[in-house]
C-alpha cells in the first residue's frame, strides 16, 4: 500500500497508541469492543468501548481474550483503530 509523506499542512499527526483486552468482535460489521487501558494522548481513562476497524481484515486473528496493542487515527467525531495486533 502507498505511504505518501504527509505535507506541511494539518495531517501530520501522532499514532495514539492503546493496549487493551478484546471482549467481543464483530468481525462482519467491522467492530472490536476492547477494555482498554488508559490513553493520555487522548485524555481517556481506561474503559470498555466499541471501536470501528479501518479494514476488517484487521479482526481475523483476533480472539476474545487477547491481548492487544492497537493505533488509533481521528475520524469524525470517532477514533477508528488502523492497526491491531
Ligand atoms: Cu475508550
Do not use: C, R
Not at 487493551?20 to 468501548?49: C, D, R, Y
Request: no cysteine; aromatic share 4%.
Amino acid at each position: 500500500m502507498a505511504m505518501p509523506m504527509p505535507t506541511s499542512k494539518a495531517t501530520a499527526q501522532k499514532d495514539i497508541v492503546g493496549k487493551g483486552t478484546v471482549v467481543s468482535e464483530n468481525k462482519s460489521g467491522g467492530n472490536v469492543t476492547l477494555q482498554h487501558e488508559a490513553i493520555p494522548a487522548i485524555g481517556w481513562g481506561p474503559m470498555t468501548m466499541e471501536f470501528k476497524v479501518k479494514d476488517k481484515m484487521l479482526l481475523e486473528k483476533l480472539k476474545i481474550g487477547d491481548k492487544v496493542q492497537f493505533t488509533l487515527v481521528p475520524q469524525g467525531q470517532d477514533y477508528v483503530i488502523t492497526s491491531i495486533k
